[in-house]
């Protein structure tokens, strides 16, 4: 057993992240319409077959694969220090929406980021000379008499560079967040290039590259080439109970179920071929140490069976709500038997454990909380003094004698 880790969690700590998380359920389970009223261009409004023929085309266009320059060959050296991993929701593309004071205000301002704040997080890691590297370059799967084991690989970086994972939680756009200003779906563009397809505040129409996490991190990348190594972006942490990436996949007995599917695929493939991965977040966005083993076996069976041949096989689980069980626990087994060997909860600093079976690891949660509860932790990695955005209900002013 190899063993990596910073300071070990504090068990009151966990307790007070378990606590806060757990209230983004009543986002995530329970908020399929806020109350607000629809824009009059809405995602149903566009037929599913002029998605499939605009996507599908899009990809197969002489001239529409994404050109990247390979970055100049540099030394590495052996890393063996922490692993930071942070995560985040959807973008809030339009704080106009999500702060405009109805009940969900309140969670868009504890649980999300607005794209101003992303985009000041990358600079503010680019500059500590963090790297993104593939969640999977940190692990291999070797069978010994028949039987998977995993040994933990040695991480090679450019000298003084540290290593980043990054993932993003709930990317299926779910009915509450098209109606609390979040993005719509994902899209290519037209130059076949990951975009996010909203509608504005104002009733009109938006296919933009500037307001959601993935189009913003890859144009970063395109610019920085030296933040990511080997080309690596993030994982994009699914459910499925309202479809994936904003396409309703999940309604299997939908006469737009196929045109659904056929629109969403080619996202799917441009996203693989730029550097993005996949992982379940359960299909219900359940909370894996609270239900019954029954229900929590179910829920994992239908993930792998409505979402897992849309996006590819993936060994990664990420647990909802921050939530987590542990070795010996049936659930646990029930999810190594289902061929999950990495596994992803929440924490409030660096830790990766790797054993003979599996790899566990925590993640910081970058949001409205950890702005609010943990600016010390979070310098290694930004001043949220200077990323905060004012627009945020519970912003403070910074004192000058800070």
């Known amino acids: 057993m190899k063993f990596f880790s910073g300071k070990i969690m504090v068990g009151f700590t966990l307790g ?30 566009i037929p599913p077959d002029l998605l499939t023929e605009h996507n599908s085309k899009l990809a197969s266009e002489p001239g529409n694969e994404l050109k990247v320059e390979p970055p100049a060959q540099i030394p590495t050296v052996a890393y063996e220090g922490q692993i930071e991993h942070i995560f985040f929701h959807p973008l809030i593309a339009y704080p106009e929406l999500a702060f405009d004071g109805d009940s969900l205000s309140k969670g868009y301002d504890d649980w999300f ?39 933990s690989k040695s991480l090679k970086l ?29 899209v290519l563009d037209k130059q076949g290039e990951i975009a996010a397809y909203s509608v504005t505040p104002q009733g009109e129409e938006s296919v933009s590259r500037d307001n959601e996490i993935i189009p913003i991190l890859d144009d970063f990348v395109k610019l920085h080439p030296d933040f990511s190594v080997d080309g690596a972006k993030g994982t994009i942490a699914l459910t499925g109970y309202e479809g994936i990436l904003g396409y309703r996949t999940d309604q299997l007995n939908s006469p737009d179920f196929e045109k659904n599917k056929a ?64 070795p010996g626990d049936p659930k646990y087994t029930f999810l190594l038997d289902s061929g999950f060997r990495m596994f992803c909860s929440v924490g409030p600093a660096p830790y990766l454990m790797v054993s003979t079976d599996s790899v566990r690891m925590d993640r910081r949660h970058i949001d409205g909380i950890a702005f609010h509860d943990q600016k010390k932790r979070l310098l290694p990695l930004f001043d949220v003094n200077e990323v905060i955005d004012e627009r945020r209900p519970s912003y403070e002013k910074p004192s000058v004698n800070k």
């Open 263 to 326: 629109a969403v695929l080619p996202v799917i493939q441009q996203l693989k071929d730029t550097g993005w991965t996949f992982a379940s977040h359960g299909y219900g966005h359940l909370d894996a140490a609270k239900v019954t083993f029954d229900r929590f076996s179910k829920d994992t069976s239908r993930w792998i069976k409505e979402v897992e041949p849309l996006i590819g096989p993936t060994n990664i689980y990420i647990f909802p709500f921050g939530s987590k069980v542990l």
């Open 16 to 45: 007070l992240l378990a606590l806060g998380i757990s209230s983004f359920m009543w986002f995530t389970a329970h908020n399929s319409h806020s109350g607000k009223p629809t824009p009059s261009v809405t995602p149903s409004s």
């Open 113 to 151: 980021v607005t794209v101003k704040e992303f985009k000041k997080i990358l600079d503010s890691l680019y500059a500590k000379q963090y790297v993104l590297i593939d969640i999977r370059s940190l692990y291999e799967e070797k069978q010994n008499a028949g039987k998977t084991e995993i040994k």
């Open 158 to 186: 450019p000298p003084g560079k540290k290593p980043l994972v990054l993932s993003i939680d709930d990317l299926n756009y779910y009915t509450y967040m098209r109606e609390n200003g979040n993005v719509f779906r994902l």
